[in-house]
């Protein structure tokens, strides 16, 4: 169970990017996070692992505290917070095998993760993820041979090589094609629900949320707008989370581009 009580953060420039998230999640749920670009989305998630200092409030993940703990005890309890990134975050030049198993880097010690020399269960799990994944024919291709989708299923196996007990997730279909998004959208809740993991995931495509999740919780201004399932998401809520100026403005744009076709015939 992740439970964040008035998770606040104010950069050192003035933002305050959330104003007191209080917020549950359940182990095994799934949770879409939705808002309009600001809304403090991607600080959320990364003030839950602290990539991002919060500067109030609390967040604990089962029984520890991770916003009172020292480095050290930190870099322990990240290994169970497994991170998915838009822009993959693969090391290009290493193979995929090497890109999955370097997400046991938190586990092995430092002589063998430099020279890479992983134990063999760690190996064989790799395999079993690529497998599971549709990558096992890749293991050996380097990461700058493939393709966005394929690097985000690379992305998925090595956070999930980590074993961790929740998974937070920034944004992974912003790169891909509409199928692509879909398919890794669906593969993602599908191994959340194979082994009963918790993940948060950065979206901006209400739609591709409300196709694969069970909650979807909307941000503005740092706060929680929105909190309930997909079905419950009607054109009011989106007005209240996204406001009435951003739909205009993308009617606008529509029009815009329709005067264009127009100016053209
Ligand atoms: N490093 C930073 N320094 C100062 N302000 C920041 C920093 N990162 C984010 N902010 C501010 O915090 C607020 C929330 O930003 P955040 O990136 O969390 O929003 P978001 O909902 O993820 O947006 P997007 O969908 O565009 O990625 C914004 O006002 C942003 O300008």
Redesign the pocket.
């Known amino acids: 169970m992740l439970r964040l009580e008035t998770l606040t ?1 104010t ?8 104003k007191g998230i209080d917020l549950e999640i359940p182990d095994g749920q799934v949770l879409a ?1 939705i ?12 003030c839950i692992n602290r990539l ?1 200092e919060p500067t109030g409030g609390k967040a604990w993940l089962d029984d520890t505290e991770l916003t009172g703990l020292s480095q050290t005890a930190l870099r322990h309890q990240r290994r169970l917070m497994g991170m998915i990134f838009q822009e993959y975050a693969l090391v290009e030049r290493l193979t995929v095998m090497e890109n999955v198993l370097s997400g046991r880097l938190g586990y092995v010690g430092f002589w063998r993760s430099w020279t890479r020399r992983y134990p063999q269960a760690d190996v064989d799990e790799a395999f079993r993820l690529l497998d599971r994944v549709g990558l096992l024919a890749m293991a050996d291709k380097r990461a700058d041979e493939l393709s966005g989708g394929q690097r985000q299923r690379v992305g998925i196996c090595r956070a999930l090589i980590q074993n961790p007990k929740l998974l937070l997730v ?2 992974p279909t912003a790169s891909l094609d509409p199928k692509t998004s879909r398919q890794i959208m669906r593969l993602i809740c599908e191994l959340c629900a194979e082994r009963g993991l918790a993940a948060i995931i ?1 979206i ?1 495509d209400v739609a591709l949320a409300q196709m694969f999740v069970q909650r979807v919780v909307g ?1 503005r201004f ?1 706060a929680i707008e929105f909190d309930g399932t997909p079905e419950e998401l009607t054109p009011d809520v989106l007005t209240r989370i996204y406001g009435e100026e951003d739909w205009e403005a993308t009617i606008q744009k529509v029009e815009d581009e329709d005067d264009a076709v127009a100016v053209q015939a």
């Open positions: 953060k950069y050192k420039t003035g933002d305050q990017a959330l996070l808002g309009p670009s600001g809304a403090g989305k991607s600080t959320m998630i990364r991002v920034d944004e950065n901006h941000l740092g």
